[in-house]
């Protein structure tokens, strides 16, 4: 599956203010999450976040809110569940590829992933992205959605393959973008 700008969303999961300092290189996937919702912005694909109760998590960091076109407080851990979907379909029915970075990821990224999947999205992850407490959580969690057939994508790849050409009238921009990270 080639991921496409026009069909595609990034949803950014729970990268909340009390989780964040508990999961392994918090800064490392914050700052690729940040590069990632960057890019989406300059390409105009929607941005999601999701907030895994709030209440007791707290809000998302305020740099990867900043950059999300809406924000979907969930209790259950697949977002899926709690109507992430219709969230996606509000803003362009014609979404079908969902781009999936956060955390944990073996608890609500993971979950999330496989209940969008089973709502027929193509779901696809970014690691360098993604967290969790300890490090082997984590690679469960990759190696079990690569196992369901989601592809794992560096960021840049995942630019790249947004862009599909260097004729992209967006791709100077975005070089910019590349050079600064």
Not at 21 to 28: K, L, Y
Not at 59 to 83: L, M, W, Y
Request: glycine letters at 6%; charged letters at 20%.
């Amino acid at each position: 599956m080639m991921i496409n700008q026009d069909t595609s969303a990034l949803i950014l999961i729970d990268y909340q203010t009390r989780l964040m300092p508990s999961i392994h290189e918090s800064e490392n996937a914050i700052a690729s999450a940040l590069f990632l919702a960057q890019v989406a912005q300059a390409l105009a694909i929607p941005i999601l976040g999701t907030e895994q109760n709030p209440d007791g998590l707290g809000p998302n960091d305020e740099r990867i809110k900043a950059f999300c076109d809406q924000t979907f407080v969930k209790h259950s851990f697949n977002g899926a569940a709690d109507g992430l979907a219709k969230d996606i379909k509000a803003i362009n029915p014609a979404i079908t590829q969902v781009v999936l970075a956060g955390c944990e990821a073996h608890v609500c990224l993971i979950q999330t992933a496989l209940g969008l999947q089973a709502l027929g999205y193509e779901v696809a992850v970014v690691p360098e992205a993604c967290g969790s407490r300890r490090v082997e959580d984590k690679q469960l969690a990759m190696e079990r959605m690569r196992q369901q057939k989601m592809p794992m994508l560096g960021a840049e790849m995942l630019v790249f393959e947004w862009l599909k050409t260097s004729e992209h009238p967006q791709f100077k921009n975005i070089l910019k973008i590349i050079k600064n990270r």
